[in-house]
């Protein structure tokens, strides 16, 4: 499955940024969907995901109430719309499919596709 992820760019804080998942692959609907991000010198990390298995979507407490992941199977996209940035959120944003079930909705690991990261600069 090839991913390609875009949409990313700078930012004021507090400002809106939209990311866009688009997947060349008419499988990628069977799969399970994230979103992670790496800063400079960290390691990547979860951000919003959606479980195939039942179809609800997850956030890491950092994110939560302030993002929206969701997936479109039949245009074979996943978005992660994050409002309220903030520089913390700075970092590339990496899109991923696999076969996690929803304990392992976060784990890195298990994801066997991943998209080039898009960059997201937000500034203070």
């Known amino acids: 499955v090839q991913l390609q992820a875009y949409g990313g760019g700078l930012v004021q804080a507090g400002g809106f940024l939209r990311l866009s998942c688009a997947a060349f692959?008419?499988?990628?609907?069977?799969?399970?969907v994230a979103w992670f991000r790496q800063a400079p010198g960290k390691e990547r990390e979860f951000v919003a995901g959606?479980?195939?298995?039942?179809?609800?979507?997850y956030y890491t407490d950092g994110v939560k109430g302030r993002s929206t992941i969701s997936r479109d199977n039949a245009k074979n996209t996943v978005a992660l719309g994050m409002n309220s940035l903030k520089p913390e959120d700075t970092a590339s944003h990496y899109c991923?499919?696999?076969?996690?079930?929803?304990?392992?909705?976060?784990?890195?690991?298990?994801?066997?596709?991943w998209g080039h990261g898009t960059h997201v600069t937000v500034s203070s």
């Open positions: 991923a499919v696999g076969r996690p079930t929803v304990s392992g909705i976060s784990k890195p690991t298990l994801y066997d596709y």
């Open positions: 692959d008419r499988t990628a609907g069977r799969y399970s």
């Open positions: 959606i479980a195939n298995s039942n179809n609800r979507a």
